[in-house]
Every structure is written in structure tokens, then in C-alpha cells.
């Protein structure tokens, strides 16, 4: 049988932590529950999870920090817990690395089928499939790379997963919904979310991000990928 999922829980709350800390270990996740982001960065490095749920708010280094110092080592996926509720603070989180938030309170329920969600997301990204070449861009599944001409380009979890989608829908301009669906498998959401990493993988893959070439808005519908690098 295959391993249960190993989950990193990150929340000084001890009510929260206990209770999510439960929640998954009764639906058969492994868990590693930390009060504090220096003793789980440890951890981490360590033995990267499957997932890391992290809160925003957190003593000795921050959420956000946490997420960052993960994100230059690790591709595992991360779902931000964040009483911060506004649409720029939640781009913020997502902007230090986060896969996903999630706003305080929120349902248990909720919580397992989202992170159920970005575990599975990313084992099937991680399954071999073919190689898919388009321009400059080479993207390999089975290694989960992505080459632009002879550059490899470190991607998270998520930005990886939203290149490979663009760039195997080259040519098509494809809504946030879309997007949003297909790539997050979320049939609701806020568009911001689709925003914020396009604007993180601009920053990875265009010579300059504020005139991209390949990751082109297409203003009140979408964004479009453009294999010939022409300008949006």
C-alpha cells in the first residue's frame, strides 16, 4: 500500500493546532505539528512533506518568510492559513511562494479537501508523461523541468503546473475561470490568484517582465502564450 501523506502543520494557535493537528491524523495523514516557523523550516529540510500548512502569523520568522526560505529548496505544495482576509493580503501571501489560503475560520472539511487537492495536483504533475516543446520552451514532466532555449527556470509547485498548462494551450487565450479550474481544479475563486502568478512567473521567464513576450494578457478575457515571443 502506498505511504500515507506527510503533512508539515504550522500554527502557534494551540486550539487550531490541535484541532487540524486531529483532523488530518483521522484522515490518515501523517503529521508534524510546529508552534513556531524555525523548528518546522528544520523539519523541512529534513524531509520535505507532501504539503505544508502554514499560518500567516507565526513567532521567531513569519509565514511569509517561512514560505520564502521553503521555496528555495523545495517545489512542495503550501497552503497559507491567514486571518488576513483582504484581497492584497491575500496576493501577499501568495506572492511569497503559497499554492493556496486559506481565511480564518474556516471549516476542517474545507481545509482536507484543499489540501487533498494540491496533493494530488502535484503527484500527478510529478507522473511521466511526454515532453512538450513549443518555441523556446521545453517543459519535461517526468522531471518536472522547464527549459527557456538553454536556461532552466526554478518554478513552485503551482507555477509549474500553470506554465505547463500554458504552454500545452499555446496560442489559446484562456480565461482566469478557466485557468482557475483546470490548473487549481477550484470551480470558484478569486481571479487575483491567477494574477499573481503570472506576474511570478513573468519574473522567471520574460528577459523583461513589464513588456513580456510569451505570457501575454489579453485585456477582459485572459492570458494567451505566445510561442513566437511577440509583444502583448
Request: hydrophobic share 40%; with cysteine.
Amino acid at each position: 500500500m502506498p505511504e500515507s501523506p506527510r503533512a508539515v502543520l504550522v500554527e502557534d494557535d494551540p486550539t487550531v493546532r490541535g484541532a487540524v493537528d486531529g483532523y488530518l491524523r483521522a484522515n490518515g495523514y501523517r503529521v508534524a505539528a510546529f508552534d513556531n516557523g524555525l523548528a518546522a523550516l528544520r523539519a523541512v529540510r529534513d524531509e520535505v512533506p507532501d504539503v505544508l500548512i502554514v499560518d500567516r502569523m507565526l513567532p521567531g520568522i513569519s509565514g511569509d518568510e517561512l514560505c520564502r526560505e521553503v521555496r528555495g529548496f523545495s517545489s512542495a505544495p503550501i497552503i497559507m492559513l491567514t486571518a488576513l482576509g483582504e484581497v492584497e493580503q491575500r496576493i501577499e501571501g501568495l506572492e511569497t511562494g503559497a499554492d493556496d489560503y486559506l481565511v480564518k475560520p474556516f471549516a476542517l472539511r474545507e481545509l482536507l479537501l484543499r489540501v487533498g487537492a494540491l496533493i494530488r495536483r502535484s503527484r500527478a504533475a510529478d507522473a511521466p508523461t511526454r515532453v512538450v516543446v513549443r518555441g523556446d520552451f521545453t517543459v519535461d514532466p517526468a522531471r518536472r523541468q522547464v527549459r527557456v532555449r538553454d536556461r532552466e527556470v526554478v518554478l513552485a509547485a503551482r507555477e509549474y503546473e500553470l506554465l505547463a498548462y500554458l504552454v500545452e494551450n499555446a496560442g489559446r487565450t484562456l480565461s482566469r475561470d478557466e485557468i482557475l479550474r483546470e490548473v487549481w481544479g477550484w470551480s470558484f475563486g478569486e481571479a487575483s490568484t491567477v494574477t499573481v502568478h503570472v506576474r511570478r512567473l513573468r519574473e522567471k521567464i520574460e528577459d523583461d517582465p513589464r513588456h513580456p513576450l510569451y505570457l501575454l494578457t489579453e485585456w477582459g478575457v485572459g492570458y494567451r502564450f505566445s510561442t513566437g515571443g511577440e509583444a502583448a
